[in-house]
């Protein structure tokens, strides 16, 4: 089994819509390991519905929607990092976390805890609105500074090209295309935008070194 990351920046951002492209594009099966907020469609749904491809139970599915150690605490619930491992799946396995890297499972350990202790290359995903040179570069260096790989950065959003241009060369990563919003979001629309606008070779590119390594 090969397993890639999805992280983002924030929240909202757009990186379950990603997720979603991604798994379609790879054959691939989906895991979000913490659910918080159960009141409108789940990310597990959204990528079921929109890719029609495997997606495996959650690790925690919590009512509140807030970080998940709050909607934890709201249930009187502990989240246990320890049992979230990277589950086994027949081929590639993508797994989505929530918020951004420093948002905490626990009151000890953080998401970017768990993404450097499973070892699988990420993807960050970035807006292309005011403010993200620095979220996107803070985010770099704490995915670096954690000793995770990097695959590269993709933006979703409006096309700013001087601002993507500044994100890749100060923080000397690979630009993985940019998802703009669509105005229907269908499969079918998904899967010809994602094809049309994200680097699906260079993704394949760096499960393939992993494999190897």
Not at 186 to 202: E, P
């Amino acid at each position: 089994m090969s397993a890639l990351i999805v992280t983002g920046t924030d929240t909202g951002i757009g990186k379950t819509i990603f997720s979603a492209g991604l798994v379609q594009a790879l054959g691939a099966t989906y895991w979000k390991p913490v659910q918080s907020g159960l009141e409108e469609e789940t990310d597990s749904q959204t990528v079921a519905r929109l890719s029609g491809r495997p997606v495996l139970p959650e690790g925690y599915l919590l009512q509140l929607p807030a970080s998940p150690h709050l909607s934890a605490e709201a249930e009187g619930v502990e989240i246990d990092p320890d049992t979230l491992d990277l589950p086994k799946s027949d081929g590639v396995l993508v797994a989505e976390g929530a918020g951004g890297l420093m948002v905490p499972l626990n009151r000890k350990v953080l998401y970017l805890d768990l993404f450097a202790r499973w070892g699988a290359p990420v993807i960050l995903c970035a807006r292309t609105q005011l403010g993200t040179i620095n979220h996107t570069l803070l985010s770099l260096k704490a995915l670096r500074d954690a000793g995770c790989e990097v695959v590269g950065v993709a933006f979703i959003g409006d096309a700013e090209p001087e601002v993507v241009e500044t994100i890749c060369q100060f923080g000397k990563v690979a630009h993985l295309g940019r998802l703009p919003v669509l105005r229907e979001l269908t499969s079918d629309a998904l899967a010809v935008a994602f094809q049309a606008s994200i680097n699906v070779n260079l993704i394949k590119e760096a499960l393939a070194q992993g494999e190897s390594a």
